[in-house]
């Protein structure tokens, strides 16, 4: 029996796992380590699966992607689960780029990564199975304003979260993170599920864990959630979590 058997490890990427987009040596060597010993490393993120093969490390469990909307084999090519918005996410795209001076709006696609920047023809007459849209803002008292609005009609149909401060993401509310984490324990048996983030996004995946960390880099509100707190993302957290998990884990 390796040490670390039977637990499944759940990173965010931006602001937990990653720095600046740049992924600390010590994270990618922390993980080979706990992979060899017997863990399951994944990640749950707001991004789609493409932008995570470009890092030097491999999964050895599905990924959670574009915000608990989409759980994706790496190993296959496959989607395992995926949730779809409602229809009206039409209606409350057209609303939020007709009211609101965006600096960017995105379509995540079933078909395609995403779409930027659309019209509201384009948002009109797009046909494709939608995964969630993505709104960023000039400040954040508009993404949090944009939010309030939204809510007032579609807050039955849709969940709004924020991944970074400007930044507001429109999802279908019967998905998100710590749904998918739920999936992944069943799938994989895992007796033990840690999981660790940073942002708005992150608050039903930490919910899930059985163990949850937020990074020192981490919305008060987010560190006020987690069982646990760990150092900085570019202090290489997920490499602290995993020499700290050895250490207890020894000691038993």
């Known amino acids: 029996m390796k040490i670390f058997d039977g637990i499944l490890l759940l990173s965010d990427l931006d602001g937990t796992l990653l720095y600046d987009t740049k992924l600390p040596p010590e994270n990618a060597e922390a993980i080979r380590y706990f992979q060899e010993n017997g863990g399951l490393f994944s990640v749950a993120t707001g991004r789609a699966a493409d932008f995570i093969k470009k890092y030097p490390f491999t999964p050895n ?71 969630k849209m993505v709104f960023a803002m000039k400040s954040e008292e508009d993404a949090l304003r944009l939010r309030r609005d939204l809510s007032k009609d579609y807050g039955d149909k849709f969940r709004f979260e924020r991944s970074w401060p400007t930044g507001l993401e429109m999802c279908p509310i019967d998905s998100g993170k710590g749904l998918c984490v739920d999936i992944l324990r069943a799938m994989t048996g895992a007796k033990t599920v840690v999981c660790a983030g940073d942002y708005e996004n992150d608050f039903s995946l930490l919910a899930a864990a059985d163990i949850s960390y937020a990074t020192a880099n981490a919305h008060p509100d987010i560190i006020a959630a987690a069982d646990r707190k760990t150092v900085h993302c570019k202090d290489a957290a997920i490499a602290h979590i995993i020499h700290e998990l050895e250490k207890e884990l020894r000691k038993d």
């Open 61 to 131: 469990a599905p990924i959670i992607t574009i915000n608990g909307t989409v759980i994706y084999d790496c190993k296959t090519g496959k989607v395992i689960k995926e949730y779809f918005m409602h229809p009206d996410c039409k209606k409350a795209a057209c609303y939020a780029v007709t009211n609101y001076d965006l600096i960017r709006m995105s379509i995540y696609s079933a078909k395609e990564n995403y779409i930027s920047d659309p019209s509201i023809s384009d948002i009109e007459e797009f046909s494709k199975p939608v995964h």
